[in-house]
């Protein structure tokens, strides 16, 4: 199914910056650190290069349960049991850097179209983004614009959202998403949980220019 109401809101239009004068190309694996902060939310971890970017939705931060983005700090009980519980997170916090205004995660620089980035696709020189764990962190790409993302599985940019997750201000351009089972730009994965407080939610997102194709449910974020 599409995510409503909370799950997803205020997605909106941008425009392509005339003039981009910070790029970052990915190199199709993750940094060793971040640029700044400690993690806080008065201090976040500052991503200031794509590499960065995928560190910080890949790197495991609680091996018991095998998540990037925070620490399990609780539990309570699994939405729709009485018995069964899950894990609570305490979040990590990320901030893209006001230095960065866009991320190629393949590059199709001078070819940010539909029919550039199936080109990409079709040919043999692709980097496929799959950071494959769940994320329970909270994320703000501060308006960078991602260009060039190709999922191969449809996962899209993140590969699960749990606990209280949060991913915003982030603009899609020119991606490429498809899967056998749900594909998405942003996530196809929810965590399930009957707590306010643990909510995830996805806020501030455009998506431009992007294939989105399955044999299942597609959008901005799918749920299995």
Known sequence: MFITDNKANNIVSAETPSTIADISYWSGSAASGFAGGTGLQDDPYIIETADQLYLALSLITDSTNNVAGGKQTGQILKEGSTTEYVPVYTPYYYKVSNSVTAMY???????????????????????????????VGSIDGNGVFIYGMYSSTGDGFIYKLDGSAEVKNFNFDSCYSKGSGNSAIVTTRLGSYSNDSTTETISNISVRKCYIATTRSVGIGANN
């Open 105 to 135: 995660l393949n590059n199709i620089k001078g070819n940010e179209t539909l029919e550039g980035i199936k080109a990409l696709v079709a040919g043999s020189s692709k980097k496929n983004w799959q950071p494959k764990k769940s994320f």
